[in-house]
């Protein structure tokens, strides 16, 4: 049992408000994930990282960014958020090859 | 290109019926086929992996299965508590790929009524 912890939960903001997601793990996993999810669509990852100080972006061309400081933290900023960031964020992380999720973050820009 | 393909999109099922879910996939050499169950505002749940064509895995009234090209999963006398979406995902592990990545498919949004 994976146990990745995200919050908000849900967010509501404005335009051109600086947000920061967050992301922990307790489980000491390296490779860590973010994904974003439309309804109906596929999961996209937006960034990666396997380690501390080690970041790398995705398929998705993104505006936020990553930081890896320590092995259990993995946030995601984005420093002005638009109506086009409006969507579900998900965090995971791998061990053995087996990936697991966060619950997500439900991201609202009016 | 590595792609994943899911059908049907949707499927209603009376209690009870049976039926199989079909993931097609693309992918330069394949390290793992995983299967998710993700309920509405949650996250995915980790169901199966599968790695090599053959290999089959149960849990419950699921059961998944591989072939070279896709994976059907297998849901035998469903229940209503088995509404969700059930996605499917692969892991390329070909030259250029990012190791532990997931390419996704749409998803299976499956409904069963009592």
């Known amino acids: 049992e994976a146990d990745i912890y995200q919050t908000p939960r849900y967010l509501v903001i404005g335009t051109g408000k600086k947000i920061t997601l967050e992301c922990s793990q307790t489980m000491g996993h390296d490779k860590m994930y973010w994904y974003q999810q439309d309804p109906g669509m596929e999961l996209h990852l937006i960034h990666y990282s396997y380690g501390v100080n080690s970041t790398e972006k995705g398929d998705l061309s993104s505006e936020s960014t990553v930081s890896r400081i320590r092995t259990e933290h993995f946030p995601l900023t984005l420093e002005s958020a638009r109506p086009s960031h409006t969507s579900q964020y998900l965090c995971?992380?791998?061990?053995?090859?087996?990936?697991?999720f966060g619950p997500g973050t439900r991201l609202t820009v009016l | 290109e590595d792609q994943v393909t899911q059908s049907p999109e949707a499927l209603r099922l009376q209690e009870g019926e049976s039926s199989s879910l079909n993931c097609s996939y693309t992918v330069s050499g394949l390290r793992g086929l995983f299967w998710y169950r993700q309920d509405p505002g949650k996250g995915p749940e980790f169901l199966f992996t599968?790695?090599?064509a053959g290999e089959e895995k149960e849990k419950e009234r699921l059961k998944a299965t591989l072939t070279k090209k896709e994976s059907f999963l297998h849901i035998t006398a469903p229940k209503p508590e088995d509404s969700a979406t059930y996605l499917c995902a692969v892991q390329a592990g070909g030259r250029g790929s990012t190791l532990g990545r997931l390419y996704f498919g749409r998803g299976t949004q499956l409904t069963v009524w009592p």
């Open positions: 995971a992380s791998t061990w053995f090859n087996e990936q697991f």
């Open positions: 599968l790695y090599s």
